[in-house]
C-alpha cells in the first residue's frame, strides 16, 4: 500500500519563484526521503531526514518534518526551468529496508 | 563510478512472450531493489535482495514473475508470460548498509510494453 502520498499532484510556477511541496504519511517512520526523477529516468536521491529531525537544508532545498501530524514538506527556493521534474517522497520504517513511495508531485518551473 | 546500469531500455513484445530485464548494481552495495512504476499505481517495491539472497517478494503480482541474483554483480527479473497489463516502466535500485542513510541509487529504468 502507498505509505506516502503528496500533495499537490502538479504545480506550476514561474522561474524565480518558491515551490512548496507537502507528504502525508499513516504509520510511524524511521525516516523521509525525497527523490526526484526527470522525465524519462531514473529517480534520484535528494535528501533525507530523520524522524528525530524537525528541519534539513541542502542548497536550495529544505526540508521540514511534523511527526505529530505524519508530514512533510520540500521547499525549493528559487526554482529553476531546470528543477522541472517529478518529486517524491519515501519512507521507511523497522529494521528493514524497504521504502514506501508516493505517486509524486509534477513541477513545472516556467522560463 | 558507474551508477545502476539496466538493460534493456526499451521493450516491446506480444502478449504472451518471455520477458528477462537485467540490471547491474554499484559495486559494492549489498542490497538490491526492483520497483514497478505506472501512472496508476505509482511505484511499487516488486522484490529485493540481500547479500544475493530474496528478503521481501511479497511485491510480486503473480507467479508469472520471477526474479533472480545469481551473484552480487548481476540480477535478473523475468515475465513469462508477459500480458498487456505487466506494460510499465521496470526500476532496478541497489543501496549499501553502511552508514544506514537509506539513500537507493536507481538506474534508468526499462520501459517495458506488452502488444
Known amino acids: 500500500s502507498q505509505q506516502g502520498e503528496e500533495d499537490p499532484q502538479a504545480l506550476s510556477i514561474q522561474e524565480g519563484e518558491n515551490a512548496t511541496m507537502n507528504c502525508s504519511y499513516k504509520?510511524?517512520?524511521?525516516?523521509l526521503q525525497w527523490y526526484r526523477q526527470n522525465s524519462g529516468r531514473g529517480l534520484v536521491h535528494l535528501i533525507l531526514?530523520?524522524?528525530?529531525?524537525r528541519e534539513k537544508h541542502s542548497g536550495r532545498l529544505r526540508v521540514t518534518l511534523d511527526t505529530s501530524k505524519k508530514s512533510s514538506s520540500l521547499l525549493i527556493t528559487a526554482s529553476r526551468a531546470a528543477d522541472t521534474a517529478s518529486y517524491f517522497c519515501?519512507?521507511?520504517?523497522?529494521?528493514?529496508?524497504?521504502?514506501?513511495f508516493g505517486k509524486g508531485t509534477l513541477l513545472t518551473v516556467n522560463p | 563510478d558507474a551508477g545502476v546500469i539496466q538493460s534493456p531500455r526499451h521493450e516491446v513484445t506480444e502478449m504472451g512472450q518471455e520477458v528477462t530485464l537485467r540490471c547491474k548494481p554499484i559495486s559494492g552495495h549489498d542490497y538490491l531493489f526492483w520497483y514497478r512504476q505506472t501512472m496508476m499505481r505509482g511505484l511499487e517495491l516488486l522484490i529485493y535482495f540481500n547479500n544475493n539472497v530474496p528478503i521481501d517478494d511479497s511485491g510480486m503480482p503473480e507467479d508469472r514473475f520471477s526474479a533472480k541474483m545469481p551473484n552480487a554483480s548481476f540480477s535478473t527479473l523475468k515475465i513469462q508470460p508477459s500480458e498487456p497489463r505487466d506494460s510499465a516502466v521496470y526500476f532496478c535500485?541497489?543501496?549499501?548498509?553502511?552508514?544506514?542513510?537509506?539513500?537507493?541509487?536507481f538506474g534508468e529504468g526499462s520501459r517495458l510494453t506488452v502488444l
Open positions: 531526514i530523520r524522524s528525530n529531525e
Open positions: 504509520t510511524s517512520i524511521n525516516n
Open positions: 535500485a541497489s543501496r549499501t548498509r553502511q552508514g544506514n542513510t537509506g539513500e537507493l541509487f
Open positions: 519515501a519512507t521507511g520504517r523497522g529494521s528493514n529496508y524497504k521504502l514506501t
